[in-house]
């Protein structure tokens, strides 16, 4: 059996207005919330896209610079990783996720597995991300990373439901996928209590510093 073709795709749209600054360029462990979650993405991904909206060419210039001009020594492997990034900008991006979610999948038709993730979720580890993709079974649709029961993020996705996302109306949720009839959920109990976090605000953040 030949290999998933895994590719990564991260929602980064938005305008952040809970926040008070822009989510995708907060720096988590010195280094900026989107080009942190690229990094990990890549270490089991083929391609990343990236779906830009708000301050796009923030976000661009960021990914360009952060993977062109590191140390000699460095440059010809994140020279490599830049070529496996792909930023995409969504024009109405302020009518929701789901329609980011539309234009980023729309690159990535050629996949058999897509991992999909938001820009507040900077915290995962890499051991994350290669246990997740351990968990690919071609006998579901759909896995999803669990905490003591309660379903967390990001969450992987098969081919088999790219129609029903790329089709479906723009005022959508891929929670109404997933609970389709048709759809096969796989359920992972990862161990990971941050699959339940996000940073949608400076709280959000406070709290799970505390809890280090």
């Not at 900026?32 to 708000?54: A, D, H, M, P």
Request: glycine fraction near 6%; proline fraction near 3%; hydrophobic fraction near 35%.
């Amino acid at each position: 059996m030949s290999k998933p073709i895994i590719n990564g795709l991260l929602i980064s749209a938005g305008l952040s207005g809970r926040m008070g600054q822009f989510k995708p360029l907060m720096l988590y462990k010195n280094k900026s919330f989107v080009v942190t979650i690229v990094e990990k993405l890549l270490t089991v991904c083929e391609r990343v896209v990236v779906v830009t909206g708000f301050q796009k060419e923030k976000i661009e210039s960021t990914i360009n610079s952060q993977f062109s001009t590191l140390p000699t020594g460095r440059q010809v492997r994140n020279s490599q990783f830049l070529n496996r990034i792909n930023c995409v900008y969504n024009p109405n991006y302020e009518k929701g996720m789901f329609t980011s979610l539309q234009t980023g999948l729309g690159e990535l038709k050629k996949s058999d597995w897509v991992i999909y993730h938001f820009v507040d979720q900077p915290f995962h580890k890499e051991k994350f991300y290669s246990e997740l993709i351990v968990q690919i079974d071609d006998n579901y649709d759909w896995i999803q990373p669990c905490y003591n029961g309660k379903e967390g993020h990001p969450v992987l996705f098969k081919k088999n439901i790219f129609g029903k996302i790329l089709t479906a109306d723009t005022s959508s949720s891929l929670r109404l996928i997933r609970d389709g009839v048709d759809t096969k959920c796989k359920k992972w109990e990862c161990g990971y209590a941050q699959v339940l976090n996000d940073f949608d605000t400076q709280s959000d953040i406070e709290k799970f510093n505390s809890k280090k």
